[in-house]
C-alpha cells in the first residue's frame, strides 16, 4: 500500500512503499541519497548497490522523475537528521524501486527564491502546481471552502444550483456571450451572478439560499481581480426587510475565517459600519484599508479667505498627514507627484514639517493664522509632511485616497497579520454617469431604495434623485471589496417607478426584467443578501498580493490562459452550425 511521505515517522521498522518525484539526487561513493517529494512533502530515500537490483538505474535518476520506492524506514544517524523537515529523522533504505516515468528538464524553475516569470509559470502551470506552496495554497483553499460551508449549513441555509447558461442581466460588467445553435441569432450569457435566479428562489419559498457560484464577468483583470471566471458565496434570506439583518448573521463567518482559519488578529472586534458619504470623505474611498490612520483633513473653513490662489479658486481643499515623511528626498516627492497627477490633481502641494519650522514652496503664501491651523487640524509635528488636494470634491477625494494608499505602501503601513474589516453602507441609489451627462442607477435596479416608492415619488430634480439612498452595502476587508450586498427590490411597483424616474416605461422594464416582475406579482416576500468574493478573501488571508497565486489554472495578466492557448479560433464549421459569420477588422 502506498504510504504519503509525511505518515512515515511512525513506522519504523516497517516496509513501506511510498511513491512521487526526485526532488533532488546526490551521490555519495557509490550511495545515492534522493529527496523524495509527494504532495504530503518530502522523505529521504537511501538506495545502495548491494540492496537494489537495479542499481544502475538509479544512477540515471534526474530531477522530477516520477518513481515508486518500497524499503525499510530506519531512524538517521547521528548528526545526519534535519530539523527543518518533518521527516528529518528518519530514511527508507530502499529494497527494490522503479522508474514510472522519466522527465525532460523543466522549461520552470520550481525554486520560491528564483521563480519564472508569471507567463512562463502559468504556461506550465501544470508543473508550476508542484511547488510546495502550491501545493499549500490548494490544500488550504479547499479546508477554507469547506470551512464556509459548514458555517452556511449550521446557519440552516440550502445549498441550490442555479444555470449557467442564463440571459444577460445588468451587473455592472460585460457579458460572456454564447450564441445558441437552436434558437439562431439568440444569445444566452453566461452569469455574471446568480443575482435573479436567486431572487427567484425566494419567490420559490427557498427560506435561506446559499451557492459556492462561478461568475463571470468580461472585465480587466488586475492584482485584486481574476479575469473570466471567479466563485462567490452567494446567499440570500426570505423576509428580511433591514440589511443590518444580514451583515450581522455574516460578519460572524469573516470573523471566524479571520481568527480560527487564518490565525490573524482583527484590528476591532466589532466592524464599524461607515456609510458611503464618509468613507470618501475621510478615506477617499469607498474600500477603505483601516490598518492605518493618515485620514482626510477637510481644510474649506480653515482657507475660506485665503489669498493663495491655488487654494482661492479650489471647491474642495483638503490634507493628509504623513508622519516621518519630512525625509523623502525630492526625487521621492516627484514620484509621488506623478501618481497624483494620474488621478486628476494638477500637482502636490505640501508643508514640510522640520527642525521646528515649516518648509515649502507655498508656505509663504499662507498666512500665520492658516498655518497654525493646518497644523492644529491635521495633528502635524516636526518630521512629518502634510501634502493637499485641492479642485472639485471627487477628484480631491480620488487623489488623496490614492495618495493615502500609496504613502501606506510606501512606509509598510499595511501589517498582514492584521486584518481590519468594515461595512460601508448607504450607497447612493442613483449616480450621475459623466461619460452620457446623465443620472443612471449607481449599481443595479435590484436594491431597494431607502423610503420605498415614497422617496421615487418626490424625486423632482437631479438633486433630489441624487440624495436617495439604497439599502446596499459593501463589505471591505484590509482596503478590498470582498462583499456585496443589499436588501432587493423585490415590490413591481417600486421597480417600476425606479425607471421612471430615468425615463424607462413599464415597457422596457418588462423586456429586461419580465420574468422577475411576473414572480414579483405573486406575494413575494421582502428578501435580501449578498455575496462574498471567494479568491479575494483568501488572498488576504494567505498574505498574497497576487490573486492569481491563488487559483489552480488563472489566466494570465491580459486575459489569456497561456496553458491551454484560448480564447483560440474555431472551426469555420462551428460557426456555420451557428449561423454566425466573423467581420473583423484587424487595423
Sequence with gaps: MRTKATQTISKLGETLTVKGWVNSRRDHGGVIFIDLRDYSGLLQVVIQPENVANFEAAEHLRDEYAISVTGILRARGEGLKNPNLVTGDVELVAERFEILNASQ???????????????????????????????????????YLSFIRRFMEDQEFLEVQTPILANSSPEGARDFLIPSRLQAGKFYALPQAPQQFKQLLMVGGIDKYYQIAPCFRDEDPRADRLYGDFYQLDLERAFVEDGEEIRSEMEVLIQNLVKDFAGKELVTTEIPRISYEDAMNIYGSDKPDLRFGMTLIDLDETLANTEFAVFKNAKKVKAIAVKGAASMTRSQIDNFTEIAKKEGAGGLAYLTYVDGGIKSPIAKFLSETELAEITEKTGAEDGDIVFFGAGKPAVVNRVLGRMRNEFAD??????????????????????????????????????????????????????????????????????????????????????YKAFEVLGYDKFFVEQKFGAMLEAFKFGAPPHAGCAFGLERIFMVLTGEDNIREVVAFPKSAAGVDLMMDSPSDVDPKQLNELKLQLDIDFE
Design 410 to 495: 510606501f512606509y509598510d503601513l499595511k501589517d498582514k497579520n492584521k486584518v481590519a474589516l468594515c461595512w460601508v453602507v448607504d450607497f447612493p441609489f442613483y449616480e450621475f454617469d459623466e461619460s452620457n451627462r446623465k443620472v443612471d442607477f449607481g449599481h443595479n435596479p435590484f436594491s431597494m431604495p431607502k423610503g420605498g416608492v415614497k422617496a421615487l415619488e418626490s424625486a423632482k430634480t437631479d438633486a433630489d434623485k441624487l440624495a436617495i439612498k439604497a439599502d446596499q452595502f459593501d463589505m471591505v476587508m484590509n482596503g478590498y471589496e470582498i462583499s456585496s450586498g443589499a436588501v432587493r427590490n423585490y415590490n413591481p411597483e417600486v421597480m
Design 105 to 143: 528538464p523543466l522549461p520552470i524553475s520550481l525554486n520560491e527564491a528564483n521563480k519564472s516569470s508569471e507567463d512562463l509559470r502559468l504556461k506550465y502551470r501544470y508543473l508550476d502546481l508542484r511547488r510546495p506552496k502550491m501545493q499549500e495554497t490548494l490544500k488550504q483553499r479547499a479546508k
